[in-house]
């Protein structure tokens, strides 16, 4: 991942250094104005792009929020290194709860993702870099097991948010096609654990996406113009 962040919140030059990185290497000017911020339940969950100090306090006033959950992993950057910071100042609880965008959902971390929000401190915030993919996905797994159905998750993964299903992040929506198709009366997490196979996921998507129309288009939108994680 581009970073120029040189690990050191310490001292005003690194606490320079880290802002510097997180408005105009990863692109948190843009943020600014815009959070992606909207509840997924109203007191227990929300989500939003990566947030800046400011906005995490503003959220924590707002709703207030006690848990964080950082769904881009350790990035090591100067947004990452800030937020963590804010957190701990904010009194919050923080999970690293990596999540792929363009890639068939994991299993392991579905579970793990399921056992954070069974134990988490509610109401808590999920966010990853633009808040639309990773962020929907883990918006739309929520629902699912709290016990809401295919069609309120599809929701969360909505162009509202900026997402794009043409584009490689459309194995996300793919996933959610799988679980009404194959799932009958199961519930959603005995499903994961019993009958979901990432690679049958993987190789049906491929299959189906080979010559979808505007998908060369749509992947350039998101991965070049958006420069979407």
């Known amino acids: 991942m581009d970073t120029i962040y040189r690990g050191d919140l310490s001292t005003p030059a690194g606490r320079r250094n880290a802002w510097i990185d997180a408005l105009f290497v990863d692109h948190a000017v843009l943020r600014l104005g815009w959070t992606n911020f ?16 400011f906005q995490l306090a503003k959220f924590r006033r707002l709703v207030g929020i006690n848990t964080l959950i950082n769904l881009r992993g350790e990035c090591r950057n100067g947004s990452d290194a800030l937020s963590r910071e804010a957190a701990r100042r904010l009194g919050l609880d923080f999970y690293d709860m990596a999540l792929e965008s363009r890639g068939a959902p994991h299993r392991d971390r579905i579970l793990r993702l399921a056992e954070i929000i069974r134990t988490m401190r509610r109401p808590a915030l999920v966010h990853c870099k633009s808040g639309a993919d990773r962020a929907g996905i883990a918006s739309a797994l929520f629902v699912l097991i709290e016990g809401g159905s295919v069609a309120e998750a599809r929701r969360q993964l909505s162009l509202r948010f900026g997402h794009i299903r043409q584009s490689n992040t459309g194995i996300l929506d793919a996933f959610l096609d799988m679980y009404e198709e194959e799932g009958g009366g199961m519930a959603f997490l005995d499903w994961v654990r019993d009958a979901y196979r990432e690679q049958a996921l993987r190789e049906r998507y491929a299959r189906e996406t080979r010559n979808r129309p505007g998908r060369r288009i749509a992947r350039f939108v998101n991965d070049r113009l958006l420069a979407r994680e």
């Open 38 to 53: 909207a509840p997924v339940k109203p007191g227990a969950l929300y989500r939003s792009n990566h947030p800046v100090p």
